[in-house]
């Protein structure tokens, strides 16, 4: 079956540190691969998304490239922000069976930045 | 603006109440899910549908039931409240089947309930 797998937190960094949550992926088929965003109280929101390997999503100084050849989808940003404090959540988007495409969420990692 | 808009956001109820969570999007898209989120932010898909008249359990059992009589409205229904019951609750929806699975989810911004 599909399943994401992606680092586990808390992950805490200072402003302006470099910032990787790794995610990787089993899936049959060709998946799509997506970054959710979940700030305090919120709901989810579409970070960034790849449709193909090789492709490179980007987003607010987020990016993750689909490596097909690792199974892979890593969350990079060069400088986080007090603002980028939030879960992350990777997920994928596969052939469910028959014709059907399900959404496949990692457990989140939770990012918090200090000033 | 196309949305999703989930109400209430907050609900603090007594045990052994009825109570129903609202989920409507004006997007027109055909597929919708009820997402139960645990404190450890874990997500569990608990009912999804494909279209009206169509639900489906997800893979996390619940005593919640829901209902699609329209395809903008999927409503969930708790028909007694218990303390177990308390935890965030998101609707989501996404585009017809031949779009493929390029396209993710659009949330709502989640209802928190508090059964006491």
């Known amino acids: 079956g599909n399943s994401v797998t992606q680092m586990e937190g808390p992950v805490t960094l200072s402003e302006e540190a470099f910032l990787t949550i790794n995610c990787t992926y089993t899936?049959?088929?060709?998946?799509?691969l997506f970054w959710y965003v979940q700030y305090p109280g919120e709901g989810l929101q579409l970070l960034l998304k790849?449709?193909?390997?090789?492709d490179k999503g980007s987003n607010k100084g987020f990016e993750a490239t689909y490596r097909k050849e690792t199974t892979s989808f890593h969350l990079e940003k060069g400088s986080v922000q007090v603002s980028d404090s939030a879960v992350y959540f990777c997920?994928?988007?596969?052939?469910?069976?028959?014709?059907?495409?399900?959404?496949?969420f990692g457990k989140g990692t939770l990012l918090t930045v200090n000033p | 603006e196309a949305d999703i808009y989930q109400t209430p956001r907050y609900l603090v109820i007594g045990t052994g109440k009825k109570i129903t969570l609202e989920c409507s999007q004006t997007?027109?898209?055909?597929?919708m899910y009820w997402y139960q989120q645990d404190p450890g932010m874990e997500l569990h898909l608990i009912h999804y549908s494909y279209g009206v008249n169509s639900t489906e359990k997800g893979d996390l059992s619940s005593e919640s039931t829901v209902s699609r009589i329209r395809t903008e409205h999927f409503p969930l229904t708790l028909e007694s409240a218990r303390p177990s019951h308390t935890s965030q609750y998101l609707c989501?929806?996404?585009?017809?089947?031949?779009?493929?699975?390029?396209?993710?989810?659009?949330f709502g911004s989640g209802t928190r309930l508090t059964v006491v």
């Open positions: 997007m027109g898209h055909d597929k």
């Open positions: 997920a994928l988007r596969a052939m469910m069976g028959g014709s059907n495409y399900k959404l496949t």
């Open positions: 790849a449709t193909k390997a090789d």
């Open positions: 989501a929806s996404s585009p017809v089947l031949s779009q493929g699975p390029n396209y993710g989810y659009t």
């Open positions: 899936a049959t088929g060709y998946p799509s």
